[in-house]
């Protein structure tokens, strides 16, 4: 499949061409949300194969979501705390069985010790973040964040019992 029509891929902004992003971000974000919503429906938690608890996976099957309304009661900022490694890594891993390349970036390399793992793809030359595992740090955001940088670092400023650069690792 030619690399401009791909959906998600790590085809950095700088090497898109103005004719490859022909879409305004709103669109770009509603498109990856979509996609994401569709891994999760799918594919997550959904094989034996993964290299992590498949028990401790399974018990966030069909619980998660990218909209506010179908996210399951369970997914607290409680329950979410210290997942984000084993959450991250599942829908990483949900979203390449469907074809969709992303990166797992992590604030720390020891997944048992304090730091954070989240997504981030690149969707028709904009960088689109995916943090499944935000309720921990969000108030009333249960739901997996899939956004802009700048929608994100909004949403921490306004919302977030922690500060942007201590979760997600960067001053801007």
Known sequence: MPESIRQFGLKYPENFSPSERIIPVERA?????????????????????????????????????????????????????????????????????????????????????????????????YEIFIDPTIAQFIERHNHVFVGTKDQLRYLALTRSREGFESIWGEKD
């Open 29 to 125: 974000v509603k498109e990856a949300r979509r996609i994401v919503e569709k891994a999760l429906a799918t594919n997550f938690a959904n094989s034996d194969m993964r290299f992590w608890p498949v028990e401790e996976i399974r018990q966030w099957k069909e619980k998660l979501s990218v909209y506010a309304t179908k996210v399951h009661p369970d997914v607290t900022p409680e329950s979410m705390r210290g997942k984000c490694f084993l959450i991250a890594e599942e829908l990483r891993s949900s979203l390449l069985d469907n074809g969709q390349e992303v990166e797992e970036i992590r604030t720390t390399q020891k997944p048992y010790e304090d730091g954070h793992a989240y997504l981030r793809a690149f969707y028709r030359g």
